[in-house]
Each structure stands twice: as C-alpha cells, then as structure tokens.
Nanobody, 115 residues
Framework: QVQLVESGGGLVQPGGSLRLSCEAS????????MGWYRQAPGKQRELVAG???????NYLDSVKGRFTIFRDNAKNRVYLQMNSLKPEDTAIYLC?????????WGQGTQVTVSS
C-alpha cells in the first residue's frame, strides 16, 4: 500500500520559515520524481517544486530563491524548505510521487502565512 504522509505545515508570520516533510512508503522511492504542489481556495493546483530521481530540481517562478526542495533517498523523504514566506503562499501543500504512469498523492498539509 502506497502512502505519502506530509508534515510540517502550520501558521507562520510573513517573512518566516517552515520546512515541510513528506515520507513515502510502499514505493521504490529512489526511482520516483517527487514534487510539492499547492492548492489555495478558488485556485488551480500548481506545482511549487519538483526533484527528479537524479536530483534535478525545478521551481515555480514565484518561489525561486525562497524555497528549496531536496530529497533523502535513505529515509524515503522529500522536503520543502520555505523561507521568506508571503501571505500569497497560503495554501494546502501536497506531496506527489510520479514514475511513468504511476502517480500518488498525499493528503496535504495546511500552510497559513498571516500576521
């Protein structure tokens, strides 16, 4: 049974930082591309950051320089370090694992940036 479990969300003030974590089980983690998506109320889900199986990364333009995605294959985890958070970063953040036609999602973790 495949599971992706996110953690690390919460309420933070503008300019603050959070680190999200996603632990995967039931998959050969190292061969999967991993991604963090977010969905805000009334908006489409968007890819925030992705990391391939060989470590290449890509980012949404609005988070470049502020967010960093990295993976630890030994722990079956992918992380999203979020710095200089802005109110517009408020959303549910979801972890995704993808390999060819196999696509899995976590339940999501809420990130709220507000003073």
């Amino acid at each position: 049974q495949v599971q992706l479990v996110e953690s690390g969300g919460g309420l933070v003030q503008p300019g603050g930082s959070l680190r999200l974590s996603c632990e995967a089980s039931g998959i050969r983690f190292g061969i999967y591309a991993m991604g963090w998506y977010r969905q805000a109320p009334g908006k489409q889900r968007e890819l925030v950051a992705g990391v391939t199986s060989n470590g290449s990364t890509n980012y949404l333009d609005s988070v470049k320089g502020r967010f960093t995605i990295f993976r630890d294959n030994a722990k079956n985890r992918v992380y999203l370090q979020m710095n200089s958070l802005k109110p517009e970063d408020t959303a549910i953040y979801l972890c995704n694992a993808n390999f060819v036609y196999l696509d899995y999602w976590g339940q999501g973790t809420q990130v709220t940036v507000s003073s």
